[in-house]
């Protein structure tokens, strides 16, 4: 048997056992009625064998740990399904699925097991990387349950919910709260926004520099020692203040080697800033190779921002790139909820360049990104409003003319 024929068997019987876990996990998600959690079984074969796999991926033999893993996962062995999700959400040995990735974490979900609270975390991301009407309300009940099975990073997603109104009502004492929990447990990525709000005193908060530069001192010091540690997102965040010279002396060199440093470990979204440097950094095409093949790895594994990017080097036709193929990454864009994606697309379908023209289209997407606070979302929907009031008012003015002849 082949090796796609025998994933294939093994994935019928792990999606089986998937579509019924939907129902149960779900309910996790909207319901407040405790739901009794399957156990984990306990067998040393098994654990070795998950053991097997993390060392094969430590080393790069990702397809033969997903082999493992899927093996395990349609046996409905949770800690297999964490992982084997992991792997789907990253493209780790296999494609890049968001949507296996989040039917594989649901399963998961319905054990009581070690990884539970960070599998209702990786649900709740999933989840705000989707464009659905709910998503939002779903990833942050997912980050509830997360908190609930003791799982303090939740904090970090949490505040942002509630800092900025996503998926509920904007409560800055709350967020507050969050970011505060978030850096007692350390999370420095987080920390850094709470000093961000104390600084320019948003939202109507009262400034506070001098308690602003305490958070901000903790969590620069704390992101340094996490990412010499081998954390992506932390060396990503370092990236982003020594970039815009946040807290710290502006210094575009260390930036792009803390960029480097988060992409080499994966971080698509430090990919993604990585590249948009090095186009910025120069006029000219000396960085475009670099640039193209970390906007290519970031849209591989799905990240909106990169897609978006690479999409916008299409349309200009930069570096003799297809302007035609903007259009697929741009719908992978809306499809998982980047609004940039859904203001690029909208344009193209007002305009029907590479699309069939459809306004209604245009206005649906222009819309949708609005409402995720994307300015230029916002800017496209007036501007295609306008455009369609002004032409109700010509179409009247024309008609009025028309019936004043008629009756003269």
């Not at 989707?130 to 509830?144: P, R, T």
């Amino acid at each position: 048997m082949t090796r796609i024929k025998k994933k294939s068997l093994l994935w019928k019987g792990l999606l089986l056992g998937a579509v019924f876990g939907v129902a149960g996990a779900v309910a996790l998600s909207s319901d407040t009625t405790p739901v009794k959690a399957k156990s984990e079984r306990i067998d040393p074969t098994i654990e070795e064998m998950i053991k097997q796999a993390r060392g094969l991926q430590k080393v790069g033999r990702w397809e033969a740990a997903a082999d493992i893993l899927t093996q395990l996962a349609s046996d409905g062995h949770p800690v297999a399904l964490f992982h084997l999700g992991r792997a789907y959400k990253n493209g780790w040995g296999v494609d890049a699925d968001l949507e296996k990735s989040r039917l594989i974490f649901m399963e998961a979900a319905r054990y009581s097991f070690a990884f539970r609270g960070e599998t209702a975390y990786e649900l709740g991301r999933l989840f705000q990387r989707s464009s659905g009407d709910k998503c939002a309300e779903i990833a942050l009940q997912w980050f509830m349950k997360a908190l609930a099975w003791d799982y303090p990073k939740a904090h970090v997603q949490l505040a942002k919910h509630y800092e900025r109104g996503i998926g509920t009502e904007r409560d800055l004492d709350t967020a507050f709260h969050h970011y505060e929990q978030a850096a007692i447990a350390g999370y420095p990525s987080s920390t850094i926004n709470y000093a961000r709000i104390l600084l320019t005193g948003r939202y109507g908060v009262t400034p506070d520099p001098e308690r602003a530069r305490f958070w901000a001192q903790r969590a620069i010091a704390g992101l340094e020692q996490k990412a010499r540690d081998g954390s992506a997102s932390s060396a990503k965040t370092l990236g982003r203040i020594y970039r815009d010279g946040e807290f710290v002396a502006m210094d575009q060199g260390l930036a792009r080697d803390w960029f480097l440093r988060s992409a080499k470990l994966g971080d698509a979204g430090a990919m993604h800033d990585l590249a948009q440097m090095l186009i910025a950094a120069s006029s000219k095409d000396a960085n475009a190779e670099e640039a193209l093949k970390w906007l290519r790895i970031a849209a591989t594994a799905e990240h909106g921002g990169a897609l978006t990017a690479l999409a916008r080097l299409h349309l200009k036709e930069k570096y003799g790139l297809d302007p035609e193929s903007a259009v697929e990454l741009l719908e992978r864009g809306v499809t998982v909820g980047h609004p940039g994606a859904m203001q690029e697309l909208g344009r193209l379908f007002a305009e029907g360049t590479y699309v069939p023209q459809d306004r209604s289209k245009a206005i649906e997407l222009a819309r949708k990104g609005a409402g995720r606070g994307h300015q230029g979302s916002a800017s496209l929907l007036q501007e295609l409003l306008q455009e369609d009031e002004a032409n109700v008012t010509v179409i009247e003015k024309s008609t009025s003319q028309v019936t004043s002849k008629k009756e003269g």
